[in-house]
């Protein structure tokens, strides 16, 4: 109990549910009980997840379980300020371990803040050469600010050491896409959706590419595949409506 004080939980009852928790798991190391218990409650009980991660961080810094539990419970609610506060802290305490960087761009990306995403990852080509999150959040933010040229570069050499994988597909198609080059932009979202077909971007950017063709029953088409393995996304419809508008 004395240890559960540091939780910042409220509610007297959770907390005594937490520790009784905690007893049945009879773990001796206390630091991977926590752990456990913090990972177990991600998809039962954000704020719980959060509440355990922070009191390992407090008490335990040197536990990872603590930085990663808590990063993923703050993306999860949302709380992009609490994330990029989570994975500094991890980077300056684990500098050897890639997941703090990947993580920090790909937040600043998905903020719109393509300078600092494109420094971040930068830095995670240079020191981890083998993170695809280094190329994938690289290139997209060099395309977000209209550094094609740079974008292409980094997809390049993501393509030569991580060939195959679905995000390098879609960013050469949305590269294409945004150079105003539709029949290369179909073309790799055409690949994209044969390869991966769960993946939403090979249906998007194939529609919108189709469209700019003025190759309209093809979108129309490709919308409706869409429509049948995606169900209620709101793209679908929003893609058939600019069909129907050209």
Same mark, same amino acid.
Not at 123 to 151: I, T, V, W
């Given at each position: 109990? !004395? %240890?559960? =004080? #540091? $939780? +910042? /939980?409220? *509610?007297? @009852? &959770?907390?005594?549910?937490?520790? !009784? %928790?905690? =007893? #049945? $798991? +009879? /773990?001796? *190391?206390? @630091? &991977? ?7 177990? =409650? ?205």
């Amino acid at each position: 109990w !004395r %240890d559960l =004080a #540091h $939780l +910042g /939980i409220s *509610d007297e @009852v &959770e907390a005594l549910v937490l520790w !009784r %928790d905690l =007893a #049945h $798991l +009879g /773990i001796s *190391d206390e @630091v &991977e009980a926590l752990v456990r218990q913090a990972e177990g =409650a991600v998809d039962r009980d954000r704020f719980q997840a959060g509440a355990l991660a922070r009191h390992l961080r407090a008490h335990f810094p040197d536990a990872r379980g603590g930085y990663e539990v808590g990063a993923e419970t703050a993306r999860l609610l949302q709380n992009d300020d609490q994330v990029l506060a989570i994975v500094l802290a991890a980077a300056e305490r684990f500098p050897n371990l890639a997941w703090p960087v990947a993580l920090s761009a790909r937040m600043n990306f998905e903020l719109g803040r393509y300078k600092a995403a494109g420094s971040l990852a930068a830095d995670l080509r240079k020191r981890f050469p083998d993170d695809a999150s280094g190329y994938r959040f690289g290139s997209a933010a060099a395309r977000k600010q209209g550094a094609f040229g740079e974008a292409e570069a980094i997809l390049a050499a993501g393509e030569e050491r991580l060939s195959g994988e679905s995000w390098l597909l879609a960013e050469q198609a949305l590269l294409a896409n945004e150079t105003s080059n539709p029949g290369r932009a179909f073309e790799l979202a055409s690949a994209l959706r044969n390869a991966y077909p769960d993946e939403r971007y090979g249906y998007e950017i194939a529609s919108a590419s189709a469209r700019a063709l003025r190759r309209f029953d093809e979108a129309t088409s490709i919308i409706d595949d869409a429509e049948t393995r995606f169900g209620s996304h709101v793209w679908p419809v929003i893609e058939a409506a600019w069909i129907a508008i050209d």
